[in-house]
């Protein structure tokens, strides 16, 4: 018989037991926990689960099932799901649950859920097998989602390609996608193949920098500003398979096609419209450049009398003054300075004119080298210390021309300020060179404008930049320049070309980009004294004869009267046009020769003139003007005056033209 448990193995075994029984309440409370976690896990995830046993018979679902199906979830509990869910009195079987039991494995499939209404909805099924531990299937799972609404976009979005494909394809305008990673030409519409002249292979099999006059890498950061939706509206030149470039405006931005990221461009042919714009552009810029000329004009018309009333004051008075002094007297050099400098400031008052166009230009016998010199005077401020300036002129040269030394000087400025422009970054050397020509037969072929004879060749060169084959036929248009805006208007060479015409001379370019370019000018020599040398080869003209002298310039009419005197003529000099009328009217034959002001107050010069020839008809007649825009020679003479002479004018000029009108008589 066995021993009897003592009391304190009885208390143990109660202490056991107690201890048993928490755990397992412990144990049966984390399992009812963990259920409930799981169940509420279940129940609040968006997709439908379902357990369903062998025989079909629903075991569990979740509330999202319940709620695709709009009925409780206990409502579901025993019944069988193909009756619940598909509405079948039998079972089906190709549902994916009998798929999964049949095969151990995952089934799926796309179907449409009933409701007890009636009402359907699309739904995407996935079953899977659940396994015993002999691993036989022993039900299964089913988890639904509700793809109604991706039904309905995966509807839409067909219908939009089906769409897109058609405008794409009927399109007139040019339309190209391409494959923003590689820049490929993914697929063109018809307007396109048209456009590019390619067929279809051929274009869709071209990237975008085969049809583009941009360098592949310059493509790229184009496509990448595309894109980022950075930059949608582009301009380009496209090529075409005939090699025709035409400028082309591209609308540009990302898409997505099929689900792939691709950029579409939509193309527009500019050319015409370019053409047509920068035709315009050169019309606005002839107005704004006539308009500048007028003002330009406006404005050196108005002062032009005044100031060269001024410089015939001075250049006069210095004459006077260097005719009263010794050969050797030190003021005679500055008055000869002051002499100087007042018949080059009457030639930049004529020069600003001619730039307005109110002067006609009038060819004389000039030193070539004198207008270089006197034009990089002007000049060598404006010009960048970085420039150098090389002449390259022998002393044997002999460099006269016949031309008017206004126009050549606008030559040079022209000449000299382009190469200027063309080192005006990184420095260079300007040369210029002066040298005689002959042209015979062979050689006058270069020049077929030239006939064969002795010319004065001039050379400007430069060591800048150079220009560009394309355009190098170009540069004489009219109002084609390269320069930015607010640096060139185009008229440059185009007036440059124009002047060497006018002289019976021609102008060539040779240029290399990167090497430089030299303008070559040809005038034809003349054998004829220039104005300075006939100055000093004789004594000035002389005469005994009676002038009546008027000019409202006090000034100007006691130097008219000084310069007079002293070549033997008897003068009487007015400052009023009425007062002189009154004394021709009252002595009309006292008098040979009437030089007479235009610019006058209460009667001007032409209507002086007028009323003197309606007095004696045959009297000669000199006007003087520093106005030229009100007359010329052309309209003096028209109105009966015998000569015409633009102030301020030098003592040499003066006398001739005197002595000339005097002796015609």
């Not at 390619?198 to 894109?227: C, G, H, M, P, S």
């Not at 032409?606 to 007095?615: A, G």
């Amino acid at each position: 018989m066995a021993d009897k448990p003592t009391y304190e193995e009885l208390e143990q075994r109660i202490k056991e037991l107690r201890k048993e029984a928490v755990e397992r309440k412990k144990f049966e409370e984390a399992l009812k926990e963990s259920e409930d976690r799981y169940r509420s896990l279940v129940d609040n995830i968006d997709f439908g689960v379902t357990m369903i046993d062998s025989d079909h018979n629903i075991v569990m679902t979740n509330v999202s099932q319940a709620r695709m199906f709009k009925k409780p979830v206990h409502e579901f509990i025993g019944k069988k799901c193909f009756r619940e869910y598909e509405k079948r009195e039998n079972i089906c079987p190709h549902c994916p649950g009998v798929q999964a039991m049949s095969t151990g494995h995952t089934a799926h499939t796309e179907t449409e859920g009933i409701r007890d209404d009636g009402s359907r909805f699309s739904a995407s099924i996935n079953a899977f097998p659940i396994l015993n531990e002999e691993g036989h299937p022993e039900g299964f799972i089913e988890i639904v989602e509700d793809i109604t609404e991706r039904k309905k976009a995966e509807k839409a979005l067909r219908e939009s390609e089906e769409q897109y494909r058609s405008l794409f394809k009927n399109n007139h305008s040019v339309m190209l996608l391409i494959d923003p990673e590689t820049a490929e030409i993914v697929d063109a519409n018809p307007a396109a193949v048209s456009f590019y002249g390619w067929d279809y292979e051929t274009l869709t099999r071209k990237k975008v920098f085969n049809i583009n006059t941009l360098t592949e890498e310059q493509v790229f950061d184009e496509i990448k500003k595309a894109k980022m939706e950075q930059r949608k509206q582009f301009y380009f030149r496209h090529c075409l398979a005939n090699g025709e470039i035409r400028d082309v405006e591209v609308y540009s931005g990302p898409i997505k096609v099929h689900g792939k990221e691709l950029l579409y461009s939509i193309v527009y042919d500019i050319t015409d419209r370019k053409k047509a714009e920068e035709e315009k552009a050169a019309l606005e810029t002839q107005l704004l450049h006539a308009q500048k000329m007028e003002s330009i004009g406006t404005l050196s018309g108005g002062i032009a009398h005044d100031f060269n009333n001024l410089l015939g004051i001075i250049l006069g008075n210095a004459e006077l003054a260097m005719d009263d002094m010794q050969e050797w007297h030190p003021a005679k050099f500055n008055l000869n300075e002051i002499r100087t400098a007042s018949l080059r400031a009457r030639d930049v008052v004529k020069q600003l004119l001619s730039f307005s166009r109110k002067t006609d230009p009038k060819q004389r016998p000039v030193k070539l080298v004198q207008i270089v010199e006197d034009a990089l005077k002007i000049l060598r401020s404006s010009i960048p210390t970085s420039v150098e300036i090389h002449q390259n002129i022998p002393n044997d040269t002999d460099d006269t021309i016949l031309a008017d030394s206004t126009q050549i000087n606008q030559v040079m400025i022209n000449l000299f300020t382009n190469a200027a422009h063309a080192m005006e970054d990184g420095g260079g050397v300007i040369t210029i060179g002066i040298e005689n020509m002959d042209l015979d037969h062979v050689s006058a072929y270069i020049y077929p404008d030239l006939s064969p004879g002795r010319y004065v060749k001039l050379t400007v060169s430069d060591t800048g930049t150079g220009i560009d084959h394309e355009i190098k036929d170009r540069i004489f248009d009219p109002y084609f320049t390269t320069k930015e805006v607010g640096k060139g208007t185009g008229i440059g060479l185009s007036v440059v070309h124009g002047i060497v015409k006018s002289h019976g001379g021609a102008i060539r370019v040779k240029s290399e980009l990167g090497k430089g370019t030299t303008f070559t000018v040809l005038f034809p020599a003349v054998e004829t004294k220039t104005d300075s040398e006939i100055e000093t080869d004789e004594k000035l003209p002389s005469g005994d004869e009676r002038i009546l002298f008027i000019d409202d310039e006090e000034s100007i009419a006691k130097l008219g009267h000084q310069r007079l005197e002293r070549l033997g003529y008897k003068v009487e000099a007015k400052t009023s046009p009425i007062e002189a009328l009154e004394l021709f009217r009252a002595k009309p034959d006292q008098f040979d020769l009437v030089i007479t002001d235009l610019t006058m107050p209460k009667m001007t010069g032409d209507k002086l003139v007028k009323e003197i020839l309606n007095i004696r008809s045959e009297i000669p007649i000199i006007l003087c003007t520093g106005f030229v825009e009100k007359i010329d020679e052309k309209k003096a003479k028209a109105i009966g005056v015998s000569d015409y002479i633009e102030k301020p004018v030098d003592k040499c000029s003066f006398s001739y033209t005197v002595r000339k009108v005097l002796d015609r008589k």
